[in-house]
């Protein structure tokens, strides 16, 4: 097996964010390692986030150097203009990749016009290949539908990716078969990743099904991701450290002799912090300072966790003010570029020195 990690992309001079928009505030399941706003901070039920000002924000962020963005949610496959939207993405906003993320059957269904329109990554959710465990976890009984969208998916001929999140005691025995399962349906690549520990320290959150249903909290269900590592490793053909963008936790891709990819996306591989993270009680926290959100009701977010360094942009998008929307983007991204590094348990050890 070849290893690569003397180039990892993002670690020194490209200090720039993942965008990640909240095209929506609901997805119609209650997964209990997640919450009703899904990425975004609490947003009020039933918002949706304008196509014109998404638009807005994305042509800003390109003139940043940012030409690639994620949609997610809530969930992009309930947002009525999704199609639309990603077309105009290409076309006015100049995005490079788009990629969509969906935990929602209609995914699947709207995947031919998606791929038409240019979107570049499915990205869909996939916790267990049992019907039953599936409904415990989302509150939803549609586990065959979602099997059937990342098929519908793959048919298009645009990457996909799918996401497990591990969760001890509940998913861990399964991972191996999920691994397998996506091989066999053509997935391009899976990310296995861990739970979000500290997430009931915000505002909203679905823990209290797992509370009634597991009688556990969520870090209870905490697995150290490494411990996974050891059988992929054995039977890569290639491994390798990379990032989301400039500033995302370092992830270990394995290569299978399918050639598939498998990311290792564990919070204790240490992560990138800045202004807004000093004084926080809740420092080090898992997202950290990975992506630059706009939510459904036109916020800018920095953090997962805190409603309170968030940044309001409706005025400015309503108004149609090119020159303010401007100033808050520069003002956002220098923030980002001035980001260090806070190593973690699990930082490769040739990356425990970047960003000092």
């Not at 993942?18 to 918002?47: D, F």
């Not at 078969?177 to 979000?196: M, Q, R, T, Y």
């Not at 399918?258 to 990311?263: A, E, L, N, Q, R």
Request: aromatic letters at 4%.
């Amino acid at each position: 097996m070849q290893v690569n990690v003397s180039d990892v992309r993002g670690m020194g001079d490209m200090r720039k964010p993942q965008l990640r928009v909240t095209v929506n505030s609901r997805c119609k399941r209650s997964c209990y390692y997640c919450r009703p706003s899904g990425e975004a901070v609490a947003t009020e039920s039933g918002t949706d986030l304008p196509p014109d000002h998404l638009v807005a924000v994305a042509a800003a962020a390109k003139d940043h150097g940012v030409d690639a963005i994620k949609l997610t949610g809530g969930d992009p496959a309930l947002y009525e203009p999704l199609v639309d939207t990603v077309r105009r993405l290409r076309q006015e906003a100049g995005m490079r990749e788009i990629e969509v993320i969906s935990r929602h059957p209609r995914i699947g269904e709207l995947a031919p016009a998606l791929a038409e329109a240019g979107v570049t990554l499915f990205n869909v959710s996939l916790d267990t290949l049992d019907a039953q465990l599936h409904k415990e976890i989302c509150g939803v009984d549609d586990h065959a539908d979602v099997l059937a969208a990342i098929r519908a998916c793959v048919a298009t001929g645009v990457p996909v990716k799918v996401n497990v999140v591990v969760m001890s005691g509940i998913n861990t025995p399964e991972i191996e078969p999920l691994i397998e399962f996506c091989e066999a349906a053509g997935v391009h690549s899976v990310k296995l990743l861990d739970i979000i520990k500290d997430l009931n320290e915000s505002s909203e959150s679905f823990a209290r099904r797992l509370e009634i249903k597991r009688q556990l909290q969520l870090p209870d269900l905490y697995v150290p991701l490494e411990e996974l590592a050891g059988d992929l490793r054995v039977r890569a053909i290639d491994e390798e450290v990379l990032q989301q963008g400039g500033l995302g936790h370092p992830m270990t891709v394995f290569t299978m002799p399918s050639g598939m990819k498998v990311v290792i996306k564990d919070s204790n591989a240490g992560a990138w912090y800045g202004s807004v993270c000093r004084g926080c009680p809740l420092f080090p926290c898992h997202d950290a300072l990975m992506a630059l959100r706009l939510t459904a009701d036109t916020r800018l977010q920095f953090c997962l966790l805190r409603e309170d360094v968030t940044v309001d942009l409706a005025p400015l998008l309503e108004k149609g003010d090119a020159e303010g929307l401007a100033a808050q983007l520069e003002a956002a991204f220098e923030m980002y570029a001035a980001a260090f590094f806070r190593p973690g348990d699990a930082t490769p050890q040739h990356l425990v020195e970047v960003g000092r």
